[in-house]
């Protein structure tokens, strides 16, 4: 039967009276005509009954009517789309009903689709079409699934795709710092990055809900959301700070493709490709993308050069109108000559006191034969199911790895070196003194590590008198998360075959970038192999009244922390394995005072499986 005929012939209809949500996929079910409703838009009003043989246009009207939701309809493909009439919905108007004529001031109908019968927006997505611009409507980091963030009590930060592709962010550091509270702690001489909330360092970076890497590039970034405070109820051994999660870029039910080049001073040039929309021949079941970056990093310092390299693909199936999968992948390259140096610093009494003053810009310790090469790749497989009517799941599986490589020369301090060490290379005439003398040296470490979690969510809701419940159960499971690190030095006794001469930073004609041995020279110094899993159990209820002035958020989860033994096969020692579990409850409430005004409270916790900081209420 065509679509035309189905919505023109009657049918035996039996659809109680209930929750719009519900009403309408009753609907959709047993007519079989395409119908489109944001369901969070549309759930919370409640329609009538119908019941007995009617067609379909007919029987949409009686279940709506004084419901305050209205519908359109395509003239090309006759599907419907259902939204809340009334102001923030004149784009949706009520189709006339058989034998009355359309009003003139009817507006055009809103744009149908005419891929999928019924799009149900899933609780685990974030709904980026109730964005306003810069002004983000929903966060999905405070409670794992897709919540308005005026009704969240708690601080939250969120920060569109809009906002990111306008701000041109270099990197994740260039979004969050429109966070107030948020700052770089540190940026290593490698040149990754650790972020502090509210005053605590090393704050919980997550990508997608899980852990994160040491370089983040924002290609692939859709949305960036920021949680203030303790939070280990959903994401387990954090700080007090707070959790920066970012949302990686999925597919897209139209059509698009931009590609966007950048070039700019010092050898800088990026360019970047971003197309996505639905699979030729699989009827919009089947929707891609794919995000490509390369780029020339800028050379500030003298003899350095780089390179970054991403390639993220990424797949969405609807299975059928109950089930989706998706499945996406990024691998991320960053490769470095001659690795950018410090700013050299002077020390007194082994204390930093300030830069070394007189060099030029450009300046670099860097030996010849430096370098760092890092590789990321994370893949993940998500299922997004309906169970019934209001019953959601979600499952997610991370395996991911990385591993950083580098071999850097140079300490770029001065104030370290004794008079003795100076006087084995330079003679007295020189008159080379430890405030001008930059200590050398030369390391090489290899570092890798990997990643294999799940994540299982099971989310509800409910009406329940004169109050709306939320109920989230979830559980994590980290299969394990290993590091390896190794290392290796040059000889820090002056004279020897390794010993790097230092250099005296009056004098340019002393900066002999050379190193004259190469890597099986250096001194072993460590070979640590550390090794963790885990279990998390959680769940939270949203209450919220019927007139949605009153938000409770309440949770409790229970960790369990299983710290394998940790060697280092260098020095010969292990630490053994610790065993911790931790109960972390939290619970909040915000009272809508008026328009635009709330206000909230929360007590929250985190905690973190070490012997230095075991717990922080």
């Known amino acids: 039967m065509t679509l035309a005929a189905a919505v023109a012939a009657p049918q035996a209809l039996k659809i109680p009276a209930g929750d719009a949500a519900r009403s309408l996929r009753q609907f959709a079910r047993q007519t079989g005509v395409q119908l489109v409703f944001p369901a969070e838009e549309v759930r919370g009003f409640r329609t009538n009954e119908v019941n007995g043989r009617l067609e379909p246009r007919s029987a949409l009207d009686m279940l709506l009517r004084g419901s305050g939701l209205s519908f359109a309809e395509d003239p090309s493909t006759g599907a419907f789309v259902v939204r809340p009439a009334g102001p923030g919905a004149a784009d949706v108007a009520a189709v006339p009903g058989p034998g009355r004529p359309p009003s003139a001031a009817t507006p055009a109908p809103a744009p149908a689709s005419t891929e999928e019968p019924v799009v149900v927006l899933s609780p685990f997505e974030i709904q980026t079409r109730a964005d306003r611009g810069y002004r983000p409507a929903n966060s999905i980091s405070a409670t794992r699934v897709s919540a308005p963030i005026n009704v969240l009590p708690m601080n939250v930060s969120a920060f569109t795709e809009e906002f990111i592709n306008d701000l041109k962010p270099y990197d994740l550091y260039d979004v969050v710092k429109w966070t107030p509270g948020v700052h770089q702690d540190n940026v290593s001489p490698q040149g990754w990055a650790r972020y502090a909330v509210r005053g605590f360092t090393a704050a919980s970076i997550q990508r997608n809900g899980f852990g994160s890497f040491r370089f983040i590039d924002t290609t692939n970034i859709a949305r960036v959301e920021v949680v203030k405070g303790p939070y280990s109820l959903l994401y387990g051994q954090i700080n007090p700070g707070g959790v920066i999660n970012y949302v990686t870029k999925r597919p897209e039910a139209r059509a698009a493709a931009t590609v966007s080049a950048s070039v700019g001073t010092d050898g800088y040039d990026r360019i970047v490709a971003d197309a996505t929309g639905p699979v030729p021949g699989t009827h919009g079941a089947l929707l891609a993308r794919a995000v490509v970056m390369t780029e020339s990093v800028q050379q500030f310092q003298e003899g350095y050069s780089g390179h970054k390299n991403m390639l993220a693909p990424s797949l969405q199936w609807k299975v059928n109108e109950r089930v989706a999968l998706a499945l996406d992948y990024e691998r991320f390259e960053r490769n470095e000559d001659m690795l950018t140096s410090g700013v050299p610093l002077i020390y007194v009494n082994g204390m930093a006191t300030g830069p070394y003053p007189g060099l030029p810009w450009d300046f670099s310790y860097a030996g010849v034969g430096d370098y760092q090469d890092f590789v990321s790749e994370a893949l993940t497989l998500e299922l997004d199911a309906r169970l019934g009517e209001d019953l959601h799941l979600r499952a997610a599986w991370l395996d991911s790895d990385w591993d950083m490589e580098w071999r850097a020369t140079g300490q770029g301090a001065t104030g370290l070196i004794s008079q003795a060490a100076i006087d084995a290379y330079y003679p007295p005439s020189a008159g080379l003194t430890p405030r001008d003398a930059m200590i050398r040296r030369n390391r090489w470490e290899h570092q890798w590590g990997d990643e294999r979690s799940l994540q299982v969510d099971l989310t509800g ?111 010969g020692t292990s630490m053994p394995a610790v065993e911790r579990s931790e109960d972390v409850p939290q619970v909040g409430a915000l009272w809508r005072v008026a328009r635009g005004v709330s206000v909230f409270g929360t007590y929250s916790e985190s905690f973190l499986a070490n012997p230095t900081l075991l717990r922080v209420d």
């Open 461 to 571: 809701d409910y009406a329940l008198g004169a109050v709306r419940l939320k109920p989230l159960l979830g559980l994590k499971r980290s299969f394990e998360t290993a590091q390896r690190s190794q290392q290796r030095n040059n000889s820090t006794v002056p004279g020897s075959a390794t010993y790097i001469r230092p250099w005296d930073l009056r004098d340019p004609s002393t900066w002999d970038r050379a190193v004259p041995f190469g890597r099986d020279a250096l001194v072993p110094v460590a070979d640590i192999d550390a090794s963790s899993a885990g279990t998390s159990l959680y769940g939270v209820l949203s209450v919220a009244s019927r007139d949605e002035r009153l938000h409770v958020l309440a949770g409790y989860a229970r960790h369990a922390v299983d710290n394998h033994a940790t060697t280092d096969s260098v020095a």
